[in-house]
């Protein structure tokens, strides 16, 4: 039973930063990708972030060099440190493992198979 916790989010104004943490537990030896999908009510689900196996990171063109996951953290750690934000990224943001295979780190929200409940991220 694989069990993530999100912990960083809050309220902070445009331009300022802010770094979300997801510690993943049970079953850790299967996971192939840990993500960070973002959701607005009333929109579709945005992967925004992702490490593999191997450390490969990818990211979505909307905070492509605003968002960085720090690669110093544990294996089954995922850290996302969030700059430059902007009142467009205000979402409740996910942590997501997948546990299937790929070949390079996913940004493809139906590919994650266990979520954490979801941090607030708000920018004004």
């Known amino acids: 039973h694989v069990q993530l916790v999100e912990s960083g989010g809050g309220a902070v104004q445009t331009g300022g930063s802010l770094k979300l943490s997801c510690v993943v537990s049970g079953a850790t030896w299967t996971t192939n990708c840990i993500g960070w999908i973002r959701q607005v009510p009333g929109k579709e689900r945005e992967a925004v972030a992702s490490?593999?196996?191997?450390?490969?990171?990818v990211y979505s063109d909307s905070v492509k060099g605003r968002f960085i996951i720090d690669n110093r953290t544990a294996k089954d750690t995922l850290a996302l440190q969030m700059n430059s934000l902007k009142p467009e990224d205000t979402a409740i943001y996910y942590c997501?493992?997948?546990?299937?295979?790929?070949?390079?780190?996913?940004?493809?929200?139906?590919?994650?198979?266990?979520w954490g409940q979801g941090t607030q991220v708000t920018v004004s």
């Open positions: 997501a493992t997948s546990h299937r295979f790929h070949s390079s780190p996913t940004l493809s929200p139906l590919d994650f198979d266990y």
């Open positions: 490490r593999n196996s191997l450390r490969e990171r």
